[in-house]
């Protein structure tokens, strides 16, 4: 998996990737894997957001729980509280 690293400002890094290139479980648990790695190395949450929709994370490590949450009802689309 690629992934595509910029700076947005002092406390904040964007990244990319190409969910094309995620085929089946396998490739949903490298990305989980990827952003477990890194939010519990910075002990931050680390979110994704659609392109264009920056903002309205979809998916996300939360490091009150130590996992990767969906943060949106695949069904709605409605934010998860």
Known sequence: ???????????????????RELRGQRGVDV?????????????????ISPEGDYGNPVLGFDPAVGRVVLLVDPRSGRQLT
Do not use: N, Q, T, Y
């Open 1 to 19: 998996m690629l992934a595509i690293f910029r700076l947005i400002s002092a406390g904040e890094v964007g990244f990319d990737v190409d969910l």
């Open 31 to 47: 990305l989980c894997a990827f952003l477990r790695a890194i939010g519990r190395r910075l002990r931050k949450p680390v979110l």
